[in-house]
């Protein structure tokens, strides 16, 4: 009888060790109850820091800070994990191209540093890969306590992206599903799980954002010579659709979604003609599809608790 309850405490203090230091996370009711508060607006412009890869790119932060003529800086690189930027003997592929422009800074020296107010951080796509073989969970959490703890007070933002357009399981149909799935069932619900004192981490539904825009384009005959999802994606050398990456007009229509959700405003009126972060001209929208896409955009994120924003 000893011997068994013996047994059966030693079985109890492993099953409590493997709860306690096995990965947390929140049920979907948990995480939704941490949104019931709005984010307070800003009081200024940010001081921005962008990580992540192609997803976000040059240009995108270069259109957002002219919109909201804010400073900031950036680490990227082709594909890469959020481990890869984590872990110094980690590869960051294309990290030399990516990184050699005046806005670059090593990320982990930067949030350290305690300079930036709001930090955007993404996750490789495929985020189902990201999640089985990179430990995406973990590497956001890690992420996230680095930036508070260079700054406690800094907003930390989840950009929650899109997958190829030939995705066998439907490009609209993933862009749908994935946040409940992952961006937030897996990462956001880990991070926060794991500090539940912290303020919650926000998100920028660029890939909701896209979704809406395509489907309220695809109902019509287009605008301004925009008719698909493939006009905001760019072209490859052959001419074909590049099926991951965005054009500037795409490039603009998710800058104007993190503009919306860093900000709390509206970007209702806000100017269609930008530069590239090289200084160039970007493409700009017509007039008429400038206004469907701000109008768009306000429409969805000013519904949805995880960006901050008041419900409207």
Known sequence: MLLLGGLAAIACGIAA???????????PEELAARYETPLPPPDGPLTVFHLGHSLVGRDMPAMLAQLATHDHASQLGWGTPLKAHWEPDEPIQGFEVENAHD???????ALASGEFDAFVLTEMVEIEAAIDYFDAASYFTKWAAAARGGNPDIRVFLYETWHELDDPQGWLTRLDTDPDRYWEGVLLA???????DKAPIHVIPAGRVLAEFVRRIEATDGVDGV?????LFSRQEDGSVDPIHINDLGAYLVALTHYAVLYHRSPVGLPAQLM???GSLADAPGPDLAALMQR?????????????????
């Open 17 to 27: 060790w493997a709860y306690m230091s096995g990965p947390k996370s929140l049920s």
């Open 103 to 109: 806005h670059h800074r090593g990320a982990q020296e």
């Open 190 to 196: 880990h991070a926060m799980a794991s500090d539940p």
């Open 227 to 231: 008719t698909s999802r493939e006009d």
């Open 276 to 278: 590239r972060a090289d």
């Open 296 to 312: 768009t955009v306000w429409d969805v994120v000013s519904v949805l608790p995880v960006t901050g924003i008041p419900q409207s």
